[in-house]
């Protein structure tokens, strides 16, 4: 197998330029959303913790950028149990529904009227 390997590994690196996979660019995070992302973090880790979930499997970090930068982000979150979980607070969280604070060294979640 390591024959095999190097043998495409060399093959690869043969190829003309213009035949390599063209790389895909993320677009840089707005440093406008950042405050909005690290709350997103904190709530995260509230609705993850509430329902003994770990949070990586209900958002991951690029969603959690979208969910933060966007209007109407379009990430697996935002559906389905993940949505029910915590993609509803994030919205309400992004349009000033819900408050996070901070009570005894533990972080609340306040939904607001």
Do not use: C
Not at 51 to 58: E, F, P, Q, S
Not at 84 to 92: E, H, R, S, T, Y
């Amino acid at each position: 197998i390591g024959k095999q390997i190097l043998d495409l590994a060399h093959a690869a690196l043969s190829a003309p330029k213009s035949e390599w996979p063209k790389s895909i660019r993320k677009d840089a995070f707005p440093k406008s959303a950042a405050a909005t992302l690290e709350m997103l973090k904190m709530l995260l880790r509230i609705n993850a913790g509430e329902a003994d979930v770990a949070a990586k499997l209900v958002a991951s970090s690029d969603e959690l950028e979208i969910i933060a930068a966007e209007e109407n982000p379009r990430v697996p979150t935002m559906s389905g149990w993940r949505y029910d979980l915590f993609g509803k607070d994030a919205v309400d969280l992004k349009a000033g529904k819900i408050a996070l604070s901070l009570h005894k060294g533990q972080i609340k979640k306040t939904i607001l009227s």
